[in-house]
Nanobody, 126 residues
Framework: QVQLVESGGGLVTAGGSLRLSCTAS????????MGWFRQAPGKEREFVAS????????GYGDAVKGRFTISRENTKNTMYLQMNSLKPEDTAIYYC???????????????????WGQGTQVTVSS
């Protein structure tokens, strides 16, 4: 079955950096657009970033533009999220998600993603 496993979360002080990874199994990775979403306590799930099947296109939520970078290595079935200049408001559980698509496009709507990881906690202290 499809499995997405996130890693790399943790506690960091404001201004610091973290790199999240998401490793996929049970699917043809290069047939899927991939995305990162996050959810803070008491808030709705929020789009963070998305990368197309080939990795050639990326998209970001307004809150993270210029600070986060999404990438993928199809040979390793792995996606990454490099998070720089972290702020306390970035504190959340971060989820990776996979969306089967025939198009080489990004996707920012969570409803289109059929597979989700269990999440990894990111905490940014002030």
């Amino acid at each position: 079955q499809v499995q997405l496993v996130e890693s790399g979360g943790g506690l960091v002080t404001a201004g610091g950096s973290l790199r999240l990874s998401c490793t996929a199994s049970g699917l043809a990775f290069n047939n899927y657009a991939m995305g990162w979403f996050r959810q803070a306590p008491g808030k709705e799930r929020e789009f963070v970033a998305s990368v197309s099947r080939s990795g050639g296109s990326t998209g970001y939520g307004d809150a993270v533009k210029g600070r986060f970078t999404i990438s993928r290595e199809n040979t390793k079935n792995t996606m990454y999220l490099q998070m720089n200049s972290l702020k306390p408001e970035d504190t959340a559980i971060y989820y990776c998600a996979a969306r089967y698509t025939v198009w080489d496009r990004t996707a920012d709507a969570p409803q289109g993603y059929g597979n989700w990881g269990q999440g990894t906690q990111v905490t940014v202290s002030s």
